[in-house]
Structure formats: structure tokens, C-alpha cells
């Protein structure tokens, strides 16, 4: 099980390392600039995107007596290079500790103006569920809703196909819209009872590609959903989207 969130500022163009802040998660709380660590305390994968971004770090006191983990290379532009940079430590991850404040930070050189970076961080419980041993189906699904630059927007999705009864696990996921950086699900009455969303990072155009790993079952089994509980989406953007669509990828239980 893991869960996605984000941090965001406009930091100075002098090369240095400047926090961002965390963006409102409605999971984790707020702790000074950064998030309150719960009990998915292991660091599953995190990155970063900037238009002049040079480096990225996280800093967690659990990792002091080791070092605070700086992330190079950053994704540099308004969305996630094509194939993305990810520090992805999903098959060996990092364990941190429950009830610490959680930073990012980032540093860019424009040399002229302050700019905007962001993060993508994903932690988890130290564990990838098994995908189910049964076939894997795409489903599309679509949106209009105006989306909230800098926060987490929740839409709805309307399902390109009717569901046959039953229950479904999400093993990977796609997500479009003009300013997307990241995507997570929101638990809609979740047959296992936990409220934390997943997710991966969003694409801007239909030719960016997705982390591999964020698709197909790389990431094991998200969450658990039945037809008539389908739970609703949060997006990330850097821009006031209209519109938005992706590809769920599920096995029928």
C-alpha cells in the first residue's frame, strides 16, 4: 500500500537548495513547511520538476545519521521528461519513522527570475502487493471539470464502459490533462478500509509517456474498489484545466 503527495514553491534562481511546501493532503497533516509522517513511513519513490531545476533533496530526521537524500537528475521543464526521472526505491525501500516532519527541497538557475518547482513524493508501507493472478484490463475514463493550479482538484470520472458487478483491484493508472504532475484515488466506500491514495504522475500530452512501474502491476495492487463504489480521482496541475482522461488498469477479483 502506498500513498502520493506533493510540495510546491517559487524559489530564488541562486543554485542553492530552498523548501518547498507541502501541498494540503487531507492524509497526512501539515508540520511546519512539510507533511507529518503516518504509518506508511517507508520512502517509496519521490521526484522532482522545474523549468531550471538542478537538484532536488528530502531530509527526514530518521536519515540524519546517514545523510538527507539528494535527487539528481530533476525533470527540467513544466512537466515530467519523456521517459520521466524518478528516484524509484519501490523494490528496496527506505525506511523512515512514524511521527516526523517530512521536507523537500529544491534549488534551480534560471539566473534571472524566481520560479516555481515542485515534488512528487510517494511513501508506503514497505511492502508491494501481490497483483491478482488474473488478466489485466485497460478501462478508459474521462472529465470536464476545472482543476485548481497548485492544489489537489477532485473530479469525478465517467467511466468509458459499465463495470460487471463485482470487485476490482487498480494496479496501475495514466492520467492526462494539459497541466497534470501528478494524479492520486480517492477511496469511494473501499472494500479494505484504508483511506490513503495512490496515484502516479500525470502526463500533458498523449505522447508523454507514464513511469513504466505506474502501469501494468510494476507497482503491485493500489486499491480495491466494486462496481458500484468507483472511486474518485485528485489531480495535481500547474495550470486551470478543463479537461482531463486517462486509463484505469484493473483485474476483476
Not at 181 to 200: D, E, I, K, T, Y
Not at 202 to 225: A, C, I, K, N, Y
Request: aromatic share 10%.
Amino acid at each position: 500500500m502506498f500513498h502520493t503527495s506533493a510540495y510546491f514553491a517559487s524559489i530564488a534562481n541562486d543554485g542553492a537548495l530552498h523548501q518547498l511546501t507541502a501541498v494540503p493532503d487531507s492524509i497526512y497533516p501539515s508540520y511546519g513547511l512539510g507533511l507529518l509522517s503516518s504509518t506508511l513511513s517507508y520512502l517509496h519513490a519521490l521526484g522532482f520538476v522545474g523549468t531550471s531545476a538542478v537538484r532536488g533533496q528530502f531530509q527526514a530526521p530518521s536519515l540524519r545519521d546517514y545523510g538527507n537524500l539528494d535527487v539528481q537528475p530533476p525533470n527540467v521543464g513544466t512537466a515530467w521528461d519523456s521517459p520521466p526521472r524518478l528516484d524509484d526505491h519501490s523494490r528496496k525501500p527506505i525506511p523512515l519513522a512514524v511521527a516526523e516532519e517530512w521536507d523537500t527541497f529544491a534549488a534551480q538557475d534560471d539566473a534571472e527570475d524566481a520560479e516555481d518547482e515542485y515534488c512528487v513524493l510517494w511513501t508506503s508501507d514497505g511492502q508491494i502487493v501481490p497483483v491478482p493472478p488474473k488478466k489485466i484490463v485497460q478501462l478508459h475514463w474521462s472529465a470536464s471539470i476545472t482543476l485548481t493550479a497548485g492544489v489537489w482538484s477532485l473530479i469525478q470520472m465517467t467511466l468509458s464502459q459499465p463495470l460487471y458487478p463485482g470487485t476490482y483491484a487498480i494496479v496501475g493508472a495514466r492520467c492526462l490533462s494539459a497541466g497534470a504532475l501528478a494524479f492520486r484515488f480517492v477511496p469511494s466506500g473501499n472494500p479494505q478500509g484504508v483511506p490513503f491514495r495512490p496515484g502516479g504522475i500525470g502526463v500533458q500530452t498523449e505522447d508523454q509517456m507514464d513511469w513504466p512501474l505506474q502501469r501494468h502491476g510494476g507497482w503491485g495492487s493500489w486499491m480495491q474498489f466494486t462496481n458500484v463504489n468507483v472511486p474518485q480521482l485528485e489531480i495535481l496541475s500547474i495550470s486551470d484545466d478543463t479537461s482531463e482522461e486517462g486509463i484505469i488498469d484493473i483485474v476483476p477479483l
